[in-house]
């Protein structure tokens, strides 16, 4: 059966304006939908983003707090570390104990300090000499040597050590290091 267009028209006066306004009313209620789901989605987006900008906020402000806890726990213990720490005049003792330490050992040993001693640590107030060692021996003397400086009453760190070993363990080995040493 064909519709002819005269009766098409004939159908559309039938449905009255009432069926145009639903229509119409339908067609923009699914653009809105299509619309707001475009923005629906945006806004989960940043919803998720801000979610996981909170729990890293968190768990920031958890680490903050730890690490005020522990400083409250140690601060009282730098003023007894303090008393362990040489003061600067200790400089000469410091090269006389490593002299000691080298012939205990039977190596040979020489240290340089650096030009200048600098602020380690605003909260201790403790300052930081350059220290330049070279020390030339066997291979198992030297880790008596080692074993000894770690027993020394200072506070050392070793940044760089160089290891010339072409000897072996029993032949001559020269290490040179550098590194810090704490003061008061």
Known sequence: MKITPQA?????????????VR????????????????Q?????????????AIFLQTDQLARQAQLRQ???????????????????????RFREDISVIAEKNTVQASLRFGIESVPSSAIANLKEITIFLTVSGSG?????????????????????LV??????????????ASGILFLK
Request: glycine share 8%; no cysteine.
């Open 8 to 20: 098409f028209i004939a159908i559309l006066r039938h449905l009255g304006l009432l069926f145009f």
């Open 23 to 38: 229509v119409g009313v339908l067609l923009l209620l699914i653009l809105m939908v299509v619309v707001l789901r475009g």
């Open 40 to 52: 629906i989605e945006d806004i989960a987006q940043k919803t998720k983003q801000n979610r996981a």
């Open 70 to 92: 522990q400083r409250e726990m140690l601060y009282p213990l730098v003023a007894r570390m303090k008393n362990f720490l040489p003061s600067q005049l200790d400089l000469a």
């Open 140 to 160: 198992t003397a030297y880790t008596g040597f080692l074993r000894d400086l770690s027993a020394m009453p200072y506070f050392i760190r070793l940044d760089s």
């Open 163 to 176: 290891f010339d070993a072409q000897g072996g363990l029993e032949g001559t080995t020269t290490v040179q």
